[in-house]
């Protein structure tokens, strides 16, 4: 199993980015992808996580991030808007068989992160 974010960056207050979670060695439509991040000196939080038909948010980012897959590409999305300082971390995306959930705990592997920065 390979998983590989990237499209992180340093962006402005209010800026979009969108990051991409490349997935190999698995059959990827068939698994759940997740997205948490990791501040300097906090705990890992979960993000948003989509199976096939179901697609789960963090309140913090409800209405602002839009996470999406291409099965076809064995590609996962998230398509971040709207970045607050706050939204400064480390992303990364795992995956699991099931269900569909916020917990990293539950998560079988992982890839590296890649940095999001929002600051003026």
């Known amino acids: 199993v390979q998983l590989q974010a990237s499209g992180g960056g340093s962006v402005q207050p209010g800026g979009s980015l969108r990051l991409s979670c490349a997935a190999s060695g698995f059959p990827f439509r068939d698994y759940v992808i997740g997205w948490f991040r990791q501040a300097p000196g906090k705990e890992r939080e979960g993000v948003s996580c989509?199976?096939?038909?179901?697609?789960h948010y963090a309140d913090f980012v409800k209405g602002r991030f839009t996470i999406s897959r291409d099965n076809a590409k064995s590609t996962a999305y998230l398509q971040m808007t709207d970045l607050k300082p706050e939204d400064t971390a480390v992303y990364h995306c795992?995956?699991?068989?099931?269900?569909?959930?916020?917990?990293?705990?539950?998560?079988?592997?992982w890839g590296p992160g890649t940095q999001v920065t929002v600051s003026s």
């Open positions: 795992a995956t699991l068989r099931f269900p569909c959930g916020l917990d990293s705990d539950n998560y079988d592997s």
């Open positions: 989509i199976a096939s038909t179901t697609i």
